[in-house]
């Protein structure tokens, strides 16, 4: 099997079935999967500086996914990763980790925080991402903040 | 000399592949807020039907923003070839202007002669009754919702 290849677009430049492929595996894995009726698409998407990031395989299926958004934090950018979701059949590929690297190098230095699902913890640990704050309830899911500072 | 300006939603009808990506992304988001959230189902909304070529989604858009949405589709019914309506949804904000009503009848002139048929939800019977549609069969439960199918013609 040859290895999923690594994509990125804003929105307005994904095609409709790249797009829908996207959406549909995050519903499928955030909602369904996570059985969280939560509003799965909340807007932030189509910002023009948010980059989807997606693996696909040679046949065109996407079997991971993240976004990076922009942020600001006292008025510097921060960068936040999101969203990160493989399907079934591509876990333990080391696909979302190469998302995350991937996701730390396009923010170029900056700052890149995100909200954990808290047994992520030790995992996002491993890119440099520290706790920044206490634990929170989302959607049902425990969460913490995490960071990983500049440089 | 005063003005009313409260613009007349546009009708749009449009096929997967012809989507921007803004207006798709706009149609799933009412269709997750709508189906997901407000009804509280954990279900997999996105069911890959959405891009065959025989799907036509529609669409009320007033200033950029879309009101209400559905889909029309190809369909079989007791072995009849039918038309189907699905996934009609209006925002808050839209409803009880007949947005949903006038997506029901676009579909209805779309498929004519051809009979259509929908799998309504339960409470929704008599709402469809007023444009033909007939209960077929028993009432189900999808994602916790009773369910009725419906055929009109």
């Known amino acids: 099997m040859s290895r999923p290849q690594l994509r990125s677009a804003t929105v307005a430049d994904l095609t409709p079935t790249q797009l829908y492929a996207i959406l549909r595996l995050r519903i499928d894995v955030f909602v369904v999967e996570q059985d969280c009726p939560y509003p799965e698409l909340d807007g932030r998407d189509t910002e023009p500086s948010t980059v989807l990031v997606w693996h696909e395989d040679i046949d065109g299926t996407v079997v991971s996914t993240a976004r990076f958004l922009t942020d600001i934090e006292g008025g510097q950018p921060v960068g936040r990763i999101g969203r990160i979701a493989t399907a079934p059949v591509a876990r333990g590929l080391g696909l979302a980790a190469e998302l995350i690297r991937h996701g730390i190098a396009h923010f170029d230095g900056r700052p890149v925080v995100l909200g954990a699902q808290a047994h992520l913890e030790a995992y996002y640990g491993r890119f440099g991402f520290e706790r920044s704050g206490p634990n929170y309830d989302e959607d049902g899911i425990p969460h913490l903040p995490m960071r990983r500072p500049a440089g | ?153």
């Open chain 2, 1 to 153: 000399m005063s003005t009313t300006s409260a613009r007349t939603p546009v009708l749009r009808q449009v096929r997967f592949a012809d989507l921007t990506p803004a207006e798709l992304y706009a149609l799933i988001k009412l269709r997750v807020d709508t189906f997901v959230v407000e009804q509280n189902a954990a279900y997999a909304e996105l069911d890959g039907r959405d891009q065959d070529a025989d799907v036509v989604h529609l669409w009320h858009e007033s200033g950029g923003e879309i009101l209400s949405v559905a889909r029309m589709m190809d369909d079989t019914f007791e072995g009849d070839a039918v038309g189907r309506i699905g996934r009609i949804a209006t925002t808050p904000a839209a409803r009880g202007q007949g947005l949903a009503a006038q997506l029901v009848q676009a579909a209805i002139d779309h498929f004519a002669p051809k009979p259509v048929v929908l799998a309504a939800q339960a409470h929704l019977d008599q709402y469809y009754a007023r444009f033909g549609f007939v209960e077929q069969g028993k009432r189900f439960e999808e994602h916790g919702i009773p369910h009725v199918w419906m055929r009109r013609g």
